[in-house]
């Protein structure tokens, strides 16, 4: 069985969590598209802390016998992983954007060059 202080604490922990991406949503750090991963995050951590026997039950599933919180760890892991997938994606895309952007300004700074030159 779980022991109760590490629920208390896993479901504080998410909570701040939960609490600092709202902030950072309302202060306009963060946008909402890409918060959503962290509020599942701070939700799904919820879940499983606050319902301990859910836990132990998914811990049997998975063949984790002596600490249940082993999975709590590893699925908030498995959550934070997504999260920084995702943000690769997103600076890739952006990294990508960039290069262009830079690409068509050379290319119109040269074209202006060319018209004051001549």
Same mark, same amino acid.
């Given at each position: 069985m779980t022991p109760l202080s590490v629920s208390i604490g896993a479901v504080a922990a998410?909570?701040?969590?939960?609490l600092a991406v709202f &902030? !950072?949503? %309302?202060?306009?750090? !963060? #946008? &909402?598209?890409? /918060?959503? +991963?962290? @509020? /599942?995050? $701070?939700?799904?951590?919820?879940? +499983? /802390?606050?319902? %301990?026997? $859910? !836990?132990?039950?998914? /811990? $049997?599933? @998975? $063949?984790?016998?002596s600490d249940p919180t082993a999975v709590l760890l590893a699925v908030g892991l498995l959550f934070v992983?997504?999260? @920084?997938? #995702?943000?690769s994606t997103v600076l890739s895309r952006l990294t990508d954007q960039n290069t262009n952007l830079a690409q068509r300004l050379a290319l119109l700074e040269s074209r202006l060059g060319q018209r004051s030159d001549g």
């Open positions: 998410a909570v701040v969590l939960l &902030e !950072l949503i %309302r202060s306009r750090r !963060l #946008h &909402e598209r890409y /918060a959503l +991963l962290w @509020l /599942a995050t $701070g939700i799904v951590m919820i879940v +499983l /802390a606050a319902w %301990r026997d $859910g !836990l132990n039950t998914i /811990a $049997g599933w @998975l $063949g984790v016998r992983i997504l999260v @920084l997938l #995702h943000y």
